[in-house]
């Protein structure tokens, strides 16, 4: 079975930076385009990144554009999100799969922004 593990998260102050890993196991994720996710406190998930098979292609919301970064190291089965400049409106539970949802929610990563 698929395990997703999602860490990195904490507390910083706005404009900080955090580096968020997702690892798994139980398959290789060379095959999979992977995306981030995050949820804040009584609201819905939001899609946040993406990043394909191979990693020569990456996408992001708008919200998050040009102050975060998804990379993938197939080697290490891992996937980043390098957040830098981080505002107070990223607060939420981060959370990894494939783009396609296909693998059982990890626990997510906090990330919380505040002065």
């Known amino acids: 079975e698929v395990q997703l593990v999602e860490s990195g998260g904490g507390m910083v102050e706005p404009g900080g930076s955090l580096r968020l890993s997702c690892a798994a196991s139980g398959l290789p994720f060379s095959n999979y385009d992977i995306t981030w996710v995050r949820q804040a406190p009584g609201k819905g998930p939001e899609w946040v990144s993406v990043?394909?098979?191979?990693?020569?292609?990456?996408y992001y919301a708008n919200s998050v554009k040009g102050r975060f970064t998804i990379s993938r190291d197939d080697v290490q089965n891992t996937v980043t999100l390098q957040m830098n400049n981080l505002k107070p409106e990223d607060t939420a539970v981060y959370f990894c799969?494939?783009?396609?949802?296909?693998?059982?929610w990890g626990q997510g990563t906090q990330v919380t922004v505040s002065s």
């Open positions: 799969n494939s783009l396609g949802g296909n693998w059982p």
């Open positions: 990043i394909n098979t191979g990693g020569e292609s990456t």
